[in-house]
């Protein structure tokens, strides 16, 4: 069945990668949550999807400048709205620990492209070893340099491309990275491409969908994961 991945939660309706806007997904019926991850001055592991933090918080600058504990001090949900002030960045800990007990994908998106975190690969890796869930997680990435030392370290995590547009023939070149996994921007994916790599057995997850038409196509396609902003929409499609 196809896994109805949450993008950075249920951030069409909650702070992104936020707790809350995970756990809210998990409500909603998602059974996968997709997230990102990057790396605090002193190495820890958090959930954030821009490098800068001004975005999505009330700070300034680099997440790779500061220390968790002065990370942790800004407030990652006031500039969704007034009532969801007081939201921290999460770790990946806190996610795998929220997640562990439930029947949840989580797709980790190494962010390491713009700035490169010098062992981000292997700190996810014993992190998730450290909790058991091989099994219950993907890697992906657009750095599929990453991708393929993800693999290189523990050929029991799942990995996969993350592309925009015009990889040819992905499903080839997604085995030539140790990749058992396409995600494709849903613009980057057609019938043709679902069909041969669905032959080479190279699993499909397409992001991020958040039109009804397009997650009914996908799910009729049976695309392994759609990553979306609406859990819940996809949700009751899949219901019915």
Known sequence: MTINYAHRGASAYYPENTMLSFEKAIEMGCTGIETDVQLTKDGVLVLIHDELVDRTTNGKGFVKDYPYNELNKLDAGCWKGKEFTGLKIPTVEELLLLTKDKNIIIN????????????????????????????????????????????????????????????????????????????????????????????????????????????????????DGIITNYPDILHELMNN
């Open 108 to 223: 980790f998106e190494l962010k390491n492209g713009i700035v490169m975190y010098e062992g981000i690969e292997q700190k996810l890796i014993d992190l998730i070893h450290k909790h058991r869930m091989e099994c219950k997680v993907i890697f992906s990435g657009f750095n599929h340099y990453s991708m393929a030392k993800c693999h290189k370290i523990s050929k029991e995590i799942s990995t996969g491309v993350l592309y925009m547009e015009g990889l040819y023939k992905p499903y080839n070149y997604a085995k030539t990275l140790g990749a058992n996994a396409i995600h494709p921007h849903f613009n980057a994916l057609n019938e043709e491409v679902i069909k041969r790599s669905q032959k080479h057995r190279v699993k499909i997850n397409v992001f991020t969908v958040n039109d009804e038409k397009q997650m009914k196509f996908f799910l009729d396609m049976k695309v």
